[in-house]
T-cell receptor, first 107, second 112 residues
Protein backbone atom coordinates (compact mmCIF):
# COMPACT_ATOMS: atom_id res chain seq x y z
CA UNK A 1 0.00 0.00 0.00
CA UNK A 2 0.84 3.66 -0.07
CA UNK A 3 3.52 4.82 2.35
CA UNK A 4 3.38 8.22 3.98
CA UNK A 5 6.29 8.94 6.27
CA UNK A 6 5.88 11.60 8.90
CA UNK A 7 8.61 13.18 10.94
CA UNK A 8 9.35 13.64 13.65
CA UNK A 9 7.57 10.73 15.28
CA UNK A 10 7.23 12.66 18.53
CA UNK A 11 7.98 16.12 19.86
CA UNK A 12 8.24 17.55 23.35
CA UNK A 13 8.22 21.34 23.37
CA UNK A 14 7.76 24.24 25.72
CA UNK A 15 4.58 26.27 25.57
CA UNK A 16 5.08 29.22 23.24
CA UNK A 17 7.51 27.47 20.92
CA UNK A 18 6.84 26.95 17.23
CA UNK A 19 6.40 23.44 15.83
CA UNK A 20 7.24 22.04 12.42
CA UNK A 21 6.45 18.62 11.05
CA UNK A 22 6.43 17.11 7.59
CA UNK A 23 5.10 14.26 5.56
CA UNK A 24 6.61 12.60 2.51
CA UNK A 25 5.16 10.18 0.04
CA UNK A 26 6.55 7.78 -2.51
CA UNK A 27 3.80 8.87 -4.89
CA UNK A 28 2.30 12.10 -6.13
CA UNK A 29 -0.88 13.33 -4.50
CA UNK A 30 -3.38 15.90 -5.74
CA UNK A 31 -4.65 16.65 -2.26
CA UNK A 32 -3.00 16.77 1.13
CA UNK A 33 -4.95 16.81 4.37
CA UNK A 34 -3.79 17.37 7.93
CA UNK A 35 -5.73 15.93 10.85
CA UNK A 36 -5.38 16.22 14.60
CA UNK A 37 -6.33 13.50 17.06
CA UNK A 38 -7.03 14.61 20.60
CA UNK A 39 -6.46 11.99 23.30
CA UNK A 40 -9.36 9.52 23.34
CA UNK A 41 -10.99 10.93 20.20
CA UNK A 42 -11.05 10.33 16.48
CA UNK A 43 -9.01 12.52 14.09
CA UNK A 44 -10.47 15.84 13.00
CA UNK A 45 -9.54 17.76 9.86
CA UNK A 46 -7.34 20.84 10.40
CA UNK A 47 -6.31 21.96 6.92
CA UNK A 48 -6.83 20.77 3.36
CA UNK A 49 -4.46 21.59 0.48
CA UNK A 50 -5.46 21.20 -3.16
CA UNK A 51 -2.68 22.74 -5.25
CA UNK A 52 1.06 22.25 -5.50
CA UNK A 53 2.87 25.11 -3.80
CA UNK A 54 -0.25 26.18 -1.93
CA UNK A 55 0.24 27.73 1.49
CA UNK A 56 -2.84 27.74 3.72
CA UNK A 57 -3.37 29.03 7.25
CA UNK A 58 -5.94 28.26 9.91
CA UNK A 59 -5.28 30.41 12.97
CA UNK A 60 -1.87 29.47 14.34
CA UNK A 61 -1.56 26.61 11.88
CA UNK A 62 0.06 26.90 8.47
CA UNK A 63 0.38 24.07 6.00
CA UNK A 64 2.09 23.86 2.64
CA UNK A 65 1.62 21.56 -0.33
CA UNK A 66 5.09 20.73 -1.63
CA UNK A 67 6.03 21.66 -5.18
CA UNK A 68 6.96 18.07 -6.00
CA UNK A 69 3.48 16.95 -4.82
CA UNK A 70 5.23 14.29 -2.78
CA UNK A 71 5.42 16.19 0.47
CA UNK A 72 3.60 18.54 2.79
CA UNK A 73 4.50 20.56 5.87
CA UNK A 74 2.58 21.70 8.93
CA UNK A 75 3.69 24.49 11.23
CA UNK A 76 2.13 25.52 14.52
CA UNK A 77 3.14 28.87 15.91
CA UNK A 78 3.22 29.84 19.59
CA UNK A 79 2.12 26.42 20.85
CA UNK A 80 -0.34 26.12 23.74
CA UNK A 81 -1.19 23.13 25.96
CA UNK A 82 -4.34 22.26 23.98
CA UNK A 83 -2.18 21.62 20.91
CA UNK A 84 -1.22 18.29 22.47
CA UNK A 85 -2.26 15.29 20.41
CA UNK A 86 -1.29 13.26 17.38
CA UNK A 87 -1.08 14.97 14.01
CA UNK A 88 -1.64 12.95 10.87
CA UNK A 89 -1.10 13.80 7.26
CA UNK A 90 -3.26 12.12 4.67
CA UNK A 91 -3.10 11.91 0.92
CA UNK A 92 -6.06 11.59 -1.35
CA UNK A 93 -7.03 8.25 -2.86
CA UNK A 94 -8.73 6.27 -0.18
CA UNK A 95 -7.14 8.20 2.63
CA UNK A 96 -3.59 7.04 3.00
CA UNK A 97 -2.52 8.26 6.39
CA UNK A 98 0.91 9.02 7.73
CA UNK A 99 2.38 7.38 10.78
CA UNK A 100 1.59 10.41 12.93
CA UNK A 101 3.51 12.97 14.97
CA UNK A 102 2.80 12.93 18.68
CA UNK A 103 3.04 16.43 20.17
CA UNK A 104 3.48 17.14 23.86
CA UNK A 105 3.42 20.75 25.04
CA UNK A 106 5.01 21.44 28.41
CA UNK A 107 3.41 24.41 30.22
CA UNK B 1 -25.76 16.85 14.53
CA UNK B 2 -23.59 15.35 11.78
CA UNK B 3 -21.68 12.43 13.18
CA UNK B 4 -20.20 8.98 12.81
CA UNK B 5 -21.20 6.66 15.62
CA UNK B 6 -19.31 3.53 16.56
CA UNK B 7 -20.32 0.91 19.08
CA UNK B 8 -19.09 -0.32 21.40
CA UNK B 9 -16.40 2.12 22.58
CA UNK B 10 -14.60 -0.59 24.53
CA UNK B 11 -14.65 -4.35 24.09
CA UNK B 12 -12.74 -7.18 25.70
CA UNK B 13 -13.26 -10.59 24.16
CA UNK B 14 -11.66 -14.00 23.94
CA UNK B 15 -9.84 -15.56 21.03
CA UNK B 16 -12.17 -17.07 18.46
CA UNK B 17 -15.42 -15.48 19.61
CA UNK B 18 -17.05 -13.71 16.68
CA UNK B 19 -17.76 -10.02 17.16
CA UNK B 20 -19.17 -7.08 15.25
CA UNK B 21 -18.34 -3.42 15.65
CA UNK B 22 -21.06 -1.20 14.27
CA UNK B 23 -20.61 2.10 12.45
CA UNK B 24 -23.35 4.47 11.39
CA UNK B 25 -23.23 7.92 9.76
CA UNK B 26 -26.08 10.41 9.35
CA UNK B 27 -24.53 12.58 6.61
CA UNK B 28 -25.64 10.54 3.58
CA UNK B 29 -22.00 9.94 2.71
CA UNK B 30 -21.18 7.49 -0.03
CA UNK B 31 -17.71 6.58 1.14
CA UNK B 32 -17.00 4.73 4.38
CA UNK B 33 -13.90 3.02 5.69
CA UNK B 34 -12.37 1.23 8.65
CA UNK B 35 -8.92 1.79 10.14
CA UNK B 36 -6.89 0.35 12.92
CA UNK B 37 -4.46 2.46 14.89
CA UNK B 38 -1.40 0.91 16.49
CA UNK B 39 1.51 2.71 18.19
CA UNK B 40 4.14 3.82 15.70
CA UNK B 41 2.11 2.60 12.72
CA UNK B 42 -0.44 5.37 12.40
CA UNK B 43 -3.81 4.66 10.81
CA UNK B 44 -3.95 1.70 8.49
CA UNK B 45 -6.95 1.11 6.30
CA UNK B 46 -8.70 -2.24 6.71
CA UNK B 47 -11.62 -2.03 4.27
CA UNK B 48 -13.47 0.68 2.45
CA UNK B 49 -16.75 1.07 0.62
CA UNK B 50 -17.46 3.45 -2.24
CA UNK B 51 -21.21 2.91 -2.03
CA UNK B 52 -23.91 0.42 -1.09
CA UNK B 53 -22.91 -3.17 -1.92
CA UNK B 54 -19.45 -2.00 -3.03
CA UNK B 55 -16.57 -2.90 -0.70
CA UNK B 56 -12.86 -3.39 -1.20
CA UNK B 57 -9.77 -4.33 0.75
CA UNK B 58 -7.46 -1.75 2.25
CA UNK B 59 -3.92 -2.35 3.40
CA UNK B 60 -4.59 -4.79 6.26
CA UNK B 61 -7.81 -6.74 5.49
CA UNK B 62 -6.76 -10.17 6.80
CA UNK B 63 -9.03 -11.43 9.57
CA UNK B 64 -11.77 -8.87 8.93
CA UNK B 65 -15.02 -8.72 6.98
CA UNK B 66 -17.36 -5.84 6.22
CA UNK B 67 -20.73 -5.33 4.63
CA UNK B 68 -22.55 -2.33 3.19
CA UNK B 69 -26.21 -3.19 2.83
CA UNK B 70 -27.38 0.33 3.60
CA UNK B 71 -25.71 3.64 2.92
CA UNK B 72 -25.55 4.69 6.55
CA UNK B 73 -24.14 1.49 8.09
CA UNK B 74 -20.77 -0.18 7.66
CA UNK B 75 -20.17 -2.88 10.29
CA UNK B 76 -16.77 -4.47 10.87
CA UNK B 77 -16.87 -8.19 11.54
CA UNK B 78 -14.17 -10.30 13.16
CA UNK B 79 -15.17 -13.92 12.56
CA UNK B 80 -12.45 -15.41 14.76
CA UNK B 81 -10.58 -12.69 16.64
CA UNK B 82 -6.96 -13.22 17.60
CA UNK B 83 -4.73 -11.31 20.04
CA UNK B 84 -2.92 -9.54 17.18
CA UNK B 85 -6.21 -7.80 16.40
CA UNK B 86 -6.05 -5.99 19.71
CA UNK B 87 -6.08 -2.38 18.59
CA UNK B 88 -7.95 0.90 18.40
CA UNK B 89 -10.41 0.90 15.52
CA UNK B 90 -11.89 3.89 13.72
CA UNK B 91 -14.70 4.16 11.25
CA UNK B 92 -14.77 7.14 8.89
CA UNK B 93 -17.07 8.50 6.22
CA UNK B 94 -16.85 11.15 3.54
CA UNK B 95 -18.98 12.53 0.76
CA UNK B 96 -16.58 11.05 -1.75
CA UNK B 97 -13.34 9.11 -1.68
CA UNK B 98 -10.98 12.06 -1.73
CA UNK B 99 -12.83 14.46 0.51
CA UNK B 100 -12.68 15.31 4.17
CA UNK B 101 -13.12 12.27 6.38
CA UNK B 102 -15.31 12.36 9.46
CA UNK B 103 -14.24 9.89 12.10
CA UNK B 104 -16.08 8.05 14.82
CA UNK B 105 -14.80 8.15 18.39
CA UNK B 106 -13.07 4.81 18.13
CA UNK B 107 -13.48 1.31 19.52
CA UNK B 108 -10.75 -0.07 21.73
CA UNK B 109 -10.69 -3.83 21.25
CA UNK B 110 -8.74 -6.25 23.41
CA UNK B 111 -8.56 -9.91 22.44
CA UNK B 112 -7.25 -12.24 25.13
Amino acid sequence: GQQLNQSPQSMFIQEGEDVSMNCTSSSIFNTWLWYKQDPGEGPVLLIALYKAGELTSNGRLTAQFGITRKDSFLNISASIPSDVGIYFCAGRNQFYFGTGTSLTVIP
Amino acid sequence: EAQVTQNPRYLITVTGKKLTVTCSQNMNHEYMSWYRQDPGLGLRQIYYSMNVEVTDKGDVPEGYKVSRKEKRNFPLILESPSPNQTSLYFCASSLRGGGQAFFGQGTRLTVV
